[in-house]
Structures are given as structure tokens and as C-alpha cells.
């Protein structure tokens, strides 16, 4: 008998959740690392400030997706808000980005 993958009861086991926290584990790292290296070469302001807030989206966006397979609505509910409140952020950065590389 074929095993149906689209079942339910495999986001409940323990793998996917495992998964998503090791992919946090991993964003969180690569982030700070890129973060890191952008805060000791901060040599263009203007620029970076814009960047800095973009690349912090990665984390994010991961800890929502794990938040989300392994904790109650209530919790959930709470990081997709601060989610889609860091999105608005991010797409205002990225804005005034290309203003700044435009010279505006």
C-alpha cells in the first residue's frame, strides 16, 4: 500500500519541525555572519542602513515558518503579525534603496 504524502499526520511527526528549526539555526547564523561584515565595512550610510533592514527578513521569515509547525494559533497569530508589520518595513527600505542609488 502506497503511503499518501499529502497526509496530515506527517507535519505533526517530528522531522518537519526538526527541520525548521535547523533552518533557523542555519539563517539566523548565515545572517549574522553577512550582517556582521556589512557593520564592519559601514562605510556607506546612506546605503547600508536600507540593506541592513532587508537582509534581517531572512531570519524572519524562517522563524515564523517554525513558530508556525510547532507552537499553538495564539503564538503563531503574534509572529505573523510581527511578520508582516517587518515586511512593510522591508519594502519601505527597499524603496527608499533605489531612491538612494537613483541619487534622490
Do not use: C
Not at 511527526?13 to 539566523?28: G, I, K, N, R
Not at 531570519?59 to 503574534?78: K, M, Q, R, T, W
Amino acid at each position: 500500500m502506497t503511503k499518501n504524502h499529502n497526509d496530515p499526520e506527517f507535519i505533526e511527526t517530528y522531522l518537519p519541525v526538526t527541520l525548521a528549526w535547523v533552518a533557523v539555526a542555519v539563517v539566523t547564523l548565515t545572517t549574522a555572519w553577512n550582517v556582521y561584515f556589512h557593520l564592519v565595512h559601514y562605510s556607506r550610510p546612506d546605503l547600508q542602513q536600507h540593506v541592513l533592514r532587508i537582509i534581517l527578513v531572512g531570519p524572519i521569515y524562517v522563524l515564523s515558518a517554525a513558530v508556525g509547525l510547532g507552537a499553538s494559533e495564539d503564538v503563531s497569530f503574534f509572529v505573523r503579525a510581527v511578520r508582516d508589520i517587518w515586511e512593510a518595513v522591508v519594502i519601505y527600505s527597499f524603496l527608499n534603496l533605489i531612491i538612494e542609488y537613483m541619487g534622490g
